[in-house]
């Protein structure tokens, strides 16, 4: 039973078994002027906090199935996913102002406003996971949940039950709800759907057109959801057709409004402001004690303009973490300095330019910047060595597959492709 709200300075939630308890807290809240919704157990108090956002919830820690605690530790959660969903969705608005963004954009505000299905496209680390999430946030569907899958990363003998949910009798693991399930009236997020299997992609099918979830054992009875689908690839869709990675007829329901993110090459006007915004965050996680932010000069961003990157937005995110790990505060930032490993008047050295901050520096500060700096040159010279072929590089350095991905992502470097027949090498630095 849920009482009525009623206009206030707090929005309050109230759950509680003994209703002479609950009656007496409804009294003296809304004599104070504040909004209360009253409900009777755990369960009816999720669903509550599932449709409406409150400022403070009061529980029976004693209540079953679900108890005071219970509540109190979902709603916490609840609200810190909902916070995180918030700050990625204002993400996508600092994050450019050229043609081809805006109009990338604008089309996710519109798609926002439908309930149809979305494909979004564009290479790795253009943002596509930050689109999903600001057309969820920004649809009526906002305060429900937001479920990501990462297809890719699934192991396929897992992915049927992992998105259509098992029965407890065959239950692999924690696994039991299927995803689709837990989107329950929200939206589901398939990133890199060109890489479900063909089988599992016939079984969505179903789902895409009349919401309908079959769990993996046959004798289980269907769920209906009402989910809604933004899909992901890095891959054309039309070729991925045609090369037999996407069934043509899921990808015709799934693909009713299409949005394209350009790739950075595409947009290098808005480089100036992407690194800046990058760096700022950055520098704000590691000096919280408001140290002034290093500033990139006019020949660095000119610098920064000129690059491949290959791993788009991700990549020049990624440089900019290194910028705040190395860098000292107020310190100029040079194109020289972001670009470790380049040639300058022959080959610069692993302390070049850095020898006067170091010294002034704790021990383990210096040590840290000076093993980035020498990991980043190390690492473009090797692939570059390597003609970006991982598995030599790895052979080279005589160090795991594992680790050198790992020693990449976290330096944010693009890895070169190695050059067809007749065609002249890249490097990292090209």
């Avoid at 078994?17 to 409804?26: C, F, K, P, Q, T």
């Avoid at 479920?147 to 696994?175: I, K």
């Avoid at 004798?219 to 891959?235: H, K, L, Y």
């Avoid at 005589?398 to 693009?414: F, M, N, P, Q, V």
Wanted: glycine share 8%; net charge neutral; with cysteine.
């Amino acid at each position: 039973m849920r009482g009525d709200a009623v206009t206030g300075s707090l929005r309050i939630l109230v759950v509680g078994e003994d209703a002479a308890v609950r009656e007496d807290l409804l009294g003296t809240l809304r004599s104070e002027g504040h909004s209360v919704t009253a409900v009777t157990n755990g369960l009816d108090g999720l669903a509550a906090m599932s449709d409406e956002s409150f400022d403070i919830v009061l529980a029976d820690l004693q209540m079953a199935p679900e108890s005071g605690l219970d509540i109190v530790r979902r709603a916490a959660g609840l609200r810190a996913r909902m916070a995180s969903e918030s700050m990625r969705s204002k993400r996508v608005r600092p994050l450019g102002s050229s043609a081809a963004f805006l109009e990338a954009l604008a089309l996710a505000r519109r798609a926002a406003t439908t309930n149809v299905p979305v494909f979004i496209v564009g290479e790795a680390g253009t943002g596509k996971d930050l689109f999903a999430c600001f057309i969820h946030q920004e649809s009526r569907r906002s305060r429900r949940p937001f479920v990501e899958v990462n297809c890719a990363a699934v192991p396929a003998p897992l992915v049927d039950a992992y998105l259509f949910g098992q029965s407890s009798a065959t239950r692999v693991g924690d696994l039991g709800q299927g995803m689709f399930e837990a989107a329950d009236g929200g939206t589901i997020f398939l990133d890199e759907i060109t890489e479900l299997p063909l089988a599992v992609q016939a079984r969505m099918i179903r789902v895409a057109r009349d919401g309908v979830v079959q769990p993996t054992t046959a004798a289980e009875s269907p769920t209906v959801v009402d989910v809604r689908i933004i899909s992901a690839t890095r891959r054309d869709p039309e070729q991925a057709a045609n090369d037999g990675q996407l069934r043509r007829d899921l990808m015709h329901r799934l693909r009713v409004i299409s949005i394209h993110l350009p790739p950075l090459r595409e947009r290098r006007e808005d480089i100036p402001v992407l690194a800046a915004h990058f760096l700022d965050l950055a520098w704000a996680r590691r000096h919280a004690g408001g140290a002034p932010r290093p500033q990139i000069e006019a020949s660095a961003i000119e610098f920064l303009q000129q690059q491949a990157w290959r791993g788009n937005v991700r990549e020049l995110q990624n440089a900019m973490e290194n910028v705040a790990l190395l860098a000292s505060p107020g310190m100029v930032v040079t194109a020289d300095f972001i670009a470790p490993g380049r040639e300058s008047n022959g080959h610069r050295g692993p302390l070049e330019g850095l020898w006067p901050t170091l010294v002034s520096e704790t021990f383990h500060a210096a040590k840290e910047r000076l093993v980035a700096r020498f990991e980043q040159g190390y690492l473009c010279d090797l692939l570059n060595r390597a003609s970006g072929n991982l598995a030599r590089a790895a052979r080279m350095a005589s160090i795991d597959r594992a680790t050198l991905y790992r020693l990449i992502e976290k330096h944010g470097i693009a890895v070169p492709r190695e050059p067809t027949r007749g065609e002249t090498p890249k490097t990292v630095d090209d």
